[in-house]
């Protein structure tokens, strides 16, 4: 069963799980040829029959290929790397990672301004 936080996955894990995130599933190919300073076919599908293991990639024959696909769908994927992300770099403060991320895209027009605005107000009601 998938993890909700991946917390314990290595540096390398991780590379290969978003990976599989975003090509949509894996070949040991597909790793070999993205994957930085890329082990040898053997590790990858080592590592490959690990994260099968921990219940975040299943195997399936996609065109007669052997190819990994992340257990869990992208929007949870998304939500728990925001957590993680949130809770490592920003001390689990929402405010400030919204901050951060308006502070740094100074390039946001007036309707993703309006929009995100918008989202806000609907949260907010939400949760009177």
Known sequence: MP????????????EIMDLAYELSGVTVRDLTDRLREPPTDG?????LARLEGKGLLRKVNRAGRA???????RGRAQRTALRRLVRTFFDGSIEQAVSALLANRGDLDNEELDRLAQ??????????
């Open 67 to 73: 190819t990994w696909a992340p257990t869990a769908s």
């Open 43 to 47: 590790a990858v599908r080592t590592m």
């Open 3 to 14: 993890t909700d936080d991946n917390d314990k996955l290595s540096r390398r894990e991780r």
């Open 119 to 128: 989202l806000i107000e609907e949260h907010r009601r939400r949760t009177r």
